[in-house]
Every structure is written in structure tokens, then in C-alpha cells.
């Protein structure tokens, strides 16, 4: 009987020693590390002064609820450490003066706990295109076409890639926003002649490039 008793004892504490294993390797991996640097793709250095907010996004109902908010400093590096909980998803949001928005969602699955995990984001200058097309000898029955050729696209303030007819205009003007330092065309004729090309500028930053046409 003392030797089953014994057993007994030493089956209970080899159970409890695994559980406690259990527990403490849990509490070990009981929050994540989220690290990046946020840059500036157009000149190739961090987003200096850029406003970033971390939100976690809740199971079910979606609901979006800001943890944190950080102002980058000169490297534009970020770091967050937050618990493991319940979540959906995470939010990256970045936003600064006359560059275009970050959005960006962090899926709760592909998070390692006790490890840093790395994201790293960039975002571009704007800057605009004006569309200019002057008609230097107007008639009612002139047919102006021209399409976006090239271009940002797919923001909320972009021009579309819409064909776009002109009858009878003496004078067309129309501002585009576009990355700032690429190329921004159209192609464009004049309907019921020979005249047709492919006109193109690069965009400056933070500023308006013309475009100008003469038919």
C-alpha cells in the first residue's frame, strides 16, 4: 500500500510540474513585438514627421479601436509591444501632408508571439498634372479624344482611365493627382484627321506640371 500511495504522489506531482510547465510557456508568449520603418519612396528616406495609429480590429463585429499613435522621428522607425488577445486583425494607419496615405491590415494569424515581427511600409509625394488642350482655330464640328496613357491609378483622387470626347472646345483644363517624379501620359487625336500622339511629363513633387496640347 505505501509503495501505490507512493506512485500515486509522485504521478501527482509529475502532472502538476507539466502543468505548470504549460502555464508558464504560456505566460511567456502572452504579447507580440511589431517593428518597421515607415519611408519615403520618392526621395528615398524615412517619413519624417509622419503620424502613424495602430488599431486592433475585434472579432465579429469589426470594430476598429485605436491603440496607439505615434509621430516618426528622423529614422522613421516604430515599434509596438501589445498583448495576445482575441483579435481579428491589426491597422497601420500613416498619414502626412502631401504624401499619400499608408492603409495597411495586419491579419492576427501571421503574428509570431515572443519574436519581433517586421513590417515595413513607404509611401510616395503627390503631385498633379493639369491636363491643358487649346483649340487654336475652333469649329462647331471639331472631335477632341484623348485617355489616360499612364499615371497613378486606384486612389481616391485619381483621375480615371475614362476615354474622354471634346466637341467644338476651344479651351479644356483638367488637374490629375500622380506620384510625384513618374510619368504621367495621355494619348490623344483629333478625330477625322491625321493628328494623333502620345504626350507625356513628369510630375514634380508637391506641385502642378502642365500638360499642354495645341490642335
Known sequence: MKHSTLLKFIGIILVMSALTSITSCKRGVASFTLRGTISDETFSTPLTGATLKFYKVLIATGEEILV???????????????????????????????????????QF???????????????????????RFVNTSVQSSDHF????????????????????????TAYYSRTCINDALTPYSIYYQVIGTTTQ???EVITQPFDTTLLLVNY
Open 68 to 106: 496607439d499613435t505615434k509621430v516618426l522621428g528622423a529614422d522613421g522607425k516604430y515599434e509596438f509591444t501589445f498583448p495576445r488577445e482575441k483579435i481579428e486583425k491589426y491597422i497601420i494607419r500613416v498619414s502626412k501632408p502631401l504624401y499619400f496615405d499608408i492603409d495597411q491590415e495586419i
Open 197 to 199: 500622339n502620345v504626350v
Open 145 to 168: 479624344r484623348y485617355i489616360k496613357f499612364s499615371g497613378k491609378e486606384n486612389c481616391s483622387e485619381c483621375c480615371t482611365a475614362d476615354q474622354v470626347d471634346l466637341y467644338g
Open 109 to 131: 494569424s501571421s503574428l509570431v508571439p515572443s519574436a519581433v515581427n517586421t513590417r515595413n511600409y513607404s509611401s510616395k509625394a503627390k503631385s498633379w498634372v493639369e491636363l
